[in-house]
């Protein structure tokens, strides 16, 4: 990736955004507690248990990269989260329309 263009976030739009990263991050914690007490229940062996434990140190890398705040890298979380349907443009209600634009261009890549 090139130079990173520096984006000016309004102190609403930055409580507009994190309002919207707080929804998506709680959604998928609450799918992921629902899978985790799925297969636990079907836990029989040792390695059952491994891989449990595998499949969430992997999740848990992930979940904690996924969700940037900083201001620099608001756009990419924003259009991942809707890329992988945790977030809807229309939650960025309130974002300047240009940033929108550019959050929905990012979804494309």
């Not at 996924?66 to 890298?73: G, T």
């Not at 443009?89 to 959050?103: A, C, P, W």
Request: hydrophobic letters at 40%; proline letters at 1%; zero cysteines.
């Amino acid at each position: 990736m090139g130079q990173q263009e520096q984006t000016l976030w309004s102190h609403e739009e930055i409580s507009i955004a994190k309002t919207a990263l707080q929804k998506a991050h709680r959604s998928e914690i609450s799918a992921l507690v629902s899978y985790v007490q799925a297969q636990a229940s079907v836990v029989a062996t040792p390695e059952d248990v491994w891989q449990l434990h595998d499949f969430l140190s992997a999740k848990r890398h992930e979940i904690d990269g996924k969700y940037d705040d900083r201001e620099s890298f608001l756009m990419y979380t924003l259009s991942r989260l809707i890329k992988d349907g945790l977030l809807t443009l229309t939650e960025l209600d309130g974002l300047s329309v240009d940033k929108k634009t550019k959050v929905n261009l990012l979804t494309r890549m």
